[in-house]
């Protein structure tokens, strides 16, 4: 074995202290594309908002997007590196597919979630392909459950069901934020779709630390009226941006 740290090489080495760096590194790629995704549950819906960078002034922006509708049921928003989370989708759309054709109904988001984190977690035990550099955040409505779901999964393999989450660049200080809010709401679900987007938008806001426009994020709400995902136009965002900067 070579001298150094043959461990930072190594995908399933575990290093001295207990720690899979190649693990680790995935993660890190996470934050690569300098993007924060905020998701949050409320009483009868679930929404994400995540940031919309375009690359080049070139580029046409409605072509740039991090949702994608993986079912009729199921959505989810990407972040991190684009190309790993293109493969992810496609590979989340596979699984949902093969589930409806051979159990005659939608698969639920949280099977979805932890469908993929297994995929992940593979990734992890084997050299024939890297770990991707991307976390994924379900949204969907189990109308056998009637209650909306928010599940994130990320490149070790780890998934879990959320009242809300953040992942990206700025995932500490969006975490801070939440974790506040639903203390002094008594780690109550808000009631309503506009507050639970209003609290996604102000934790990216706070996370941030700047005032953010309609073109510069996207919005993704699943719920109880409209269990599809639906993605947000500008001017819908704008009316939610008005109504958060009143309050304030």
């Given at each position: 074995?070579?001298?150094?740290r043959p461990?930072?090489?190594?995908?399933?080495?575990?290093?001295?202290?207990?720690?899979?760096?190649?693990?680790?590194?995935?993660?890190?790629?996470v934050?690569?594309?300098?993007?924060?995704?905020?998701?949050v549950r409320?009483e009868?819906?679930?929404?994400?908002?995540?940031q919309?960078?375009?690359?080049?002034?070139?580029?046409d922006?409605?072509?740039?997007?991090?949702?994608?509708?993986?079912s009729k049921?199921?959505?989810?928003?990407?972040?991190?590196?684009?190309?790993?989370?293109r493969?992810?989708?496609?590979?989340?759309?596979?699984?949902?597919?093969?589930?409806?054709y051979?159990?005659?109904?939608?698969?639920?988001?949280?099977?979805?979630?932890?469908?993929m984190?297994d995929?992940?977690?593979v990734?992890?035990?084997h050299?024939?392909?890297?770990?991707?550099g991307?976390?994924?955040?379900?949204?969907?409505?189990?109308?056998e459950?009637?209650m909306?779901?928010?599940?994130?999964t990320?490149?070790?393999g780890?998934?879990?069901?959320f009242?809300a989450?953040?992942t990206?660049?700025k995932?500490?200080?969006?975490t801070?934020?939440?974790e506040?809010?639903?203390?002094?709401?008594?780690?109550?679900?808000?009631?309503?779709t506009?507050?639970t987007i209003?609290?996604?938008?102000?934790?990216?806001?706070?996370?941030?630390?700047?005032?953010?426009?309609?073109?510069?994020?996207?919005?993704?709400?699943?719920s109880?009226?409209?269990?599809?995902?639906?993605?947000?136009?500008t001017?819908?965002?704008?009316?939610?941006l008005?109504?958060?900067?009143e309050?304030?």
């Amino acid at each position: 074995m070579p001298s150094g740290r043959p461990t930072d090489r190594a995908i399933t080495i575990f290093s001295a202290e207990g720690r899979l760096y190649q693990v680790e590194y995935a993660m890190k790629a996470v934050n690569q594309q300098n993007t924060t995704t905020i998701g949050v549950r409320g009483e009868h819906c679930a929404i994400v908002v995540t940031q919309k960078k375009v690359p080049d002034a070139l580029v046409d922006a409605s072509s740039v997007t991090h949702m994608h509708t993986i079912s009729k049921n199921i959505g989810c928003c990407v972040t991190g590196l684009e190309g790993d989370g293109r493969f992810k989708v496609d590979q989340a759309r596979q699984e949902a597919n093969q589930w409806s054709y051979k159990y005659g109904y939608a698969m639920p988001a949280d099977v979805m979630a932890k469908k993929m984190a297994d995929l992940n977690q593979v990734y992890t035990q084997h050299a024939y392909m890297r770990m991707l550099g991307t976390t994924m955040v379900f949204l969907g409505y189990d109308e056998e459950q009637n209650m909306p779901l928010l599940y994130r999964t990320e490149p070790s393999g780890y998934y879990a069901g959320f009242k809300a989450c953040a992942t990206g660049v700025k995932q500490i200080e969006a975490t801070t934020f939440l974790e506040k809010n639903f203390k002094k709401r008594e780690n109550k679900c808000p009631k309503t779709t506009a507050e639970t987007i209003k609290i996604g938008i102000a934790a990216l806001m706070t996370a941030l630390a700047q005032d953010i426009k309609s073109s510069q994020i996207e919005i993704a709400v699943v719920s109880k009226e409209n269990p599809e995902f639906t993605v947000l136009t500008t001017e819908q965002i704008d009316e939610h941006l008005n109504s958060l900067a009143e309050e304030e």
